[in-house]
């Protein structure tokens, strides 16, 4: 019987994903037990994960572009499916504040953040990465727009320099940590702080690598469909997440 969905051929990049992921748990859990060459282990295993995924997402694309198996009824279910994964992203970010709260308002801390933990101050680094951010995601909506009006060169300087923001925010993240008086191991206040904003860094890693995927495929001149609104949807979403942690993590905090 015929029907409009694509059946994916075997594909090795599922189970390669899930043991590398499995390497990178590895590498996390020897880094804060203090092992000896544990960040090479991380190192390696994002590496790989790079790999993997770039691999995956050409077979996607070959797919869409050159089999050109992606019909309607197949952009459809990716589309209810980005959003599912969205959903998944807000209940993990959720979590992560429910956790910070709860530690925040329990009796036994009788003072939030405890004493002794040296507090990063939100008007410097903090503030700036949320105007980079903020200028990020505007630059990549205008190049949106431009994409949309078949301006291809206005389109590739506009999101090429959204991406850059993106990258010096993360850069300066990386500095924040470093220059940090405290870690992860630093009460539950460490704990807490270090996962939402790690994990939000390493989440606006791979929005930035969807978006340089997009930026290659204008450049191509490949035909995107729906994937830059996606993209965009993703990226905005990490944008208001960080708008919540400066407001709640950094600043009310402080």
Same mark, same amino acid.
């Given at each position: 019987?015929?029907?409009?969905?694509?059946?994916?051929?075997?594909?090795?990049?599922?189970?390669?994903?899930?043991? =590398?992921?499995?390497?990178?748990? #590895?590498?996390?859990?020897?880094?804060?037990?203090?092992?000896?060459?544990?960040?090479?282990?991380?190192?390696?295993?994002?590496?790989?994960?790079?790999?993997?995924?770039?691999?995956?997402?050409?077979?996607?694309?070959?797919?869409?572009?050159?089999?050109?198996?992606?019909?309607?009824?197949?952009?459809?279910?990716?589309? #209810?499916?980005?959003?599912?994964?969205?959903?998944?992203?807000?209940?993990?970010?959720?979590?992560?504040?429910?956790?910070?709260?709860?530690?925040?308002?329990?009796?036994?801390?009788?003072?939030?953040?405890?004493?002794?933990?040296?507090?990063?101050?939100?008007?410097?680094?903090?503030?700036?990465?949320?105007?980079?951010?903020?200028?990020?995601?505007?630059?990549?909506?205008?190049?949106?727009?431009?994409?949309?009006?078949?301006?291809? =060169?206005?389109?590739?300087?506009?999101?090429?320099?959204?991406?850059?923001?993106?990258?010096?925010?993360?850069?300066?993240?990386?500095?924040?940590?470093?220059?940090?008086?405290?870690?992860?191991?630093?009460?539950?206040?460490?704990?807490?702080?270090?996962? /939402?904003?790690?994990?939000?860094?390493?989440?606006?890693?791979?929005?930035?690598?969807?978006?340089?995927?997009?930026?290659?495929?204008?450049?191509?001149?490949?035909? /995107? =469909?729906?994937?830059?609104?996606?993209?965009?949807?993703?990226?905005?979403?990490?944008?208001?997440?960080? #708008?919540?942690?400066?407001?709640?993590?950094?600043?009310?905090?402080?």
């Amino acid at each position: 019987m015929r029907h409009p969905f694509h059946l994916v051929e075997r594909s090795p990049w599922p189970i390669l994903l899930s043991l =590398n992921l499995f390497f990178l748990l #590895i590498g996390m859990v020897s880094i804060l037990n203090g092992y000896l060459y544990s960040k090479y282990t991380l190192l390696i295993g994002f590496f790989i994960l790079l790999l993997i995924l770039t691999n995956w997402l050409y077979d996607i694309i070959s797919e869409s572009l050159y089999i050109g198996a992606h019909t309607y009824k197949t952009l459809k279910s990716l589309i #209810i499916a980005f959003l599912y994964f969205v959903l998944t992203e807000v209940m993990l970010f959720f979590s992560l504040f429910w956790s910070y709260f709860h530690s925040g308002l329990n009796p036994s801390f009788l003072i939030w953040p405890p004493i002794g933990i040296d507090l990063i101050n939100p008007f410097c680094v903090p503030l700036l990465n949320t105007f980079l951010l903020f200028y990020s995601g505007v630059l990549c909506t205008v190049a949106h727009h431009l994409f949309i009006a078949k301006s291809k =060169n206005n389109t590739i300087v506009y999101l090429f320099s959204g991406i850059l923001l993106g990258i010096l925010f993360l850069i300066l993240q990386i500095f924040e940590y470093s220059t940090s008086a405290f870690d992860i191991t630093d009460s539950v206040y460490g704990s807490s702080f270090f996962m /939402l904003t790690g994990l939000h860094g390493f989440h606006i890693c791979t929005g930035l690598l969807f978006l340089l995927l997009i930026l290659y495929r204008i450049y191509s001149n490949h035909t /995107l =469909n729906i994937i830059f609104d996606l993209a965009l949807l993703y990226y905005h979403f990490l944008d208001l997440i960080w #708008i919540l942690l400066f407001i709640l993590i950094y600043y009310l905090a402080y």
